[in-house]
């Protein structure tokens, strides 16, 4: 069996894991992901969402390699962001920004980018890189036209307030997607056809991380 470790405090990362047969060690990364974002920015790494949400992946994992739980594990870390309109949109925090996003968005279609960035930390060397590899998914999501009353009332449950894009596949949003093309889970945050590629990549046997 190979541990894995989540750089993520991410119910719906860790829920889908664990539907898929993986019971994770969760770490919070605890990364500014606006402070990591800007530097990258101003050094050219980022002109892109699906450039933003790599390096945002590889920070995540990045900053649990040292946790005494991360040692002897692989380490999955993972960002998303849905581009819409040619912007980049994480997590609005306002129900204003909210609410705004979704009279926007209803009744059309963005792109929701994911990173993932896969550490092997199974056997750490001090002063050795450890073996890593990383990937973005990204799906095409269509919402639905939705009405002023069902934008008011989505908005005031608090849900679209705290994920990317201000929307849920696996929640009270999902009522409000018509339709996804390409991959559901990245919709989630992770994509697991994508973490099976990382692994594989690294050498690994996929169904050794099975362990539910």
């Known amino acids: 069996m190979t541990r894995l470790v989540l750089a993520s405090t991410s119910p719906a990362r860790l829920a889908l ?12 990364p ?52 849905l581009e819409f309109d040619g912007e980049a949109l994480g997590k609005p925090h306002e129900p204003e920004v909210a609410k705004a996003r979704w ?16 550490i092997d930390n199974r056997e750490p060397q001090p002063g050795v890189a450890a073996p890593a590899a990383g990937r973005v998914s ?3 999501v269509h919402f639905a036209d939705l009405t002023d009353r069902e934008v008011d009332a989505y908005v005031a449950t608090g849900e679209p307030l705290k994920v990317a894009g201000a929307f849920t596949i696996d929640g009270l949003g999902g009522a409000f997607l018509r339709s996804i093309e390409g991959d559901a889970h990245t919709v989630i945050g992770l994509s697991l056809p994508t973490l099976r590629e990382l692994v594989r990549g ?5 169904t050794s991380l099975w362990n539910r």
């Open 30 to 81: 605890g990364v500014d992901e606006d402070a990591v974002a800007e530097r990258a920015t101003s050094m050219g790494l980022i002109n892109s969402t699906a450039e933003m949400v790599h390096v945002l992946a590889k920070a995540k994992a990045e900053a649990v390699i040292d946790h005494p739980d991360a040692r002897g594990a692989l380490i999955i870390g993972c960002d998303s962001s």
């Open 202 to 206: 690294l050498g690994v046997e996929y």
């Open 103 to 118: 009279l926007s968005m209803r009744g059309r279609a963005g792109t929701l980018y994911s990173g993932h960035w896969l």
């Open 138 to 140: 990204s799906s095409i």
């Open 17 to 28: 894991l664990r539907a898929g047969g993986i019971e994770p060690t969760t770490i919070s």
